[in-house]
Structure formats: structure tokens, C-alpha cells
């Protein structure tokens, strides 16, 4: 089984720029995609972004396309989330997640089997 560890959040003002980790233990060979989901207090869990492990192929949610970047260190086992132009509506826990099973449905939470402790990221006006 895969294990999961964020890091990498905090305070930034509007404007600004984060970049969350994600590292990867365990049996990661079996590991077919890996997501950053978000949720905001009072909201339902979020897609953000995701990334194929093996092929690289990666897909976002509309509101931060162009502002996100999802990449791998496949030598680290880490995936990264780079954070620009970050405004308020972007403050929410974060979560990486791992999906084992291959499934096409990246951006749904039901199809990913382990998930990170969060990572809070906060957006001050």
C-alpha cells in the first residue's frame, strides 16, 4: 500500500505563489495516477489537478487551468503542485491522493484508494 505525505502549504497574499508536495512510500510501482484534490470549509472536496505516473499526461479543473502545474519526480516519488496567481477563492485544505487501480476517472475522489493527511493553503486578500 502506497503512503502519502504533503507538505508545503501556508499563508500567501493574493497574487502569490505556492508549491505543494506530495512524496510517495510504500509500493508505488503500482500506482497509476496521482491527484491533488482541495475543500474548502462548508464545500465538498474538489478535483484540482492530476497527473498519468507513467505517461506524464496531465488534466485540470477549469479554474486553475493556466495557474496550476501538476509535475512528477518519478527518481523521488514525488508530485508537485506549482501555485501562481493565487487568489482567495483558492484557500482550502489540500490533498494529494493516489490511485492503484487505473481508473479514467481522474477527477472523481471515489476511484483514489489512499490520500495525504491535507496540507492547508491560505489566501489572504
Known amino acids: 500500500q502506497v503512503q502519502l505525505v504533503e507538505s508545503g502549504g501556508g499563508l500567501v497574499q493574493a497574487g502569490g505563489s505556492l508549491r505543494l508536495s506530495c512524496t510517495a512510500s510504500?509500493?508505488?510501482?503500482?500506482?497509476?495516477?496521482m491527484g491533488w484534490f482541495r475543500q474548502a470549509p462548508g464545500k465538498e472536496r474538489e478535483f484540482v489537478a492530476a497527473?498519468?505516473?507513467?505517461?506524464?499526461?496531465?488534466y485540470y479543473a477549469d479554474s486553475v487551468k493556466g495557474r496550476f502545474t501538476i509535475s512528477e519526480d518519478n527518481a523521488k516519488n514525488t508530485v508537485y503542485l506549482q501555485m501562481n496567481s493565487l487568489n482567495t477563492e483558492d484557500t482550502a485544505v489540500y490533498y494529494c491522493a493516489a490511485d492503484e487501480g487505473g481508473s479514467a476517472f481522474y477527477w472523481r475522489t471515489l476511484f483514489y484508494e489512499t490520500w495525504g493527511q491535507g496540507t492547508q493553503v491560505t489566501v489572504s486578500s
Open positions: 497527473i498519468r505516473w507513467r505517461t506524464g499526461n496531465t
Open positions: 510504500g509500493r508505488t510501482s503500482s500506482t497509476y495516477t
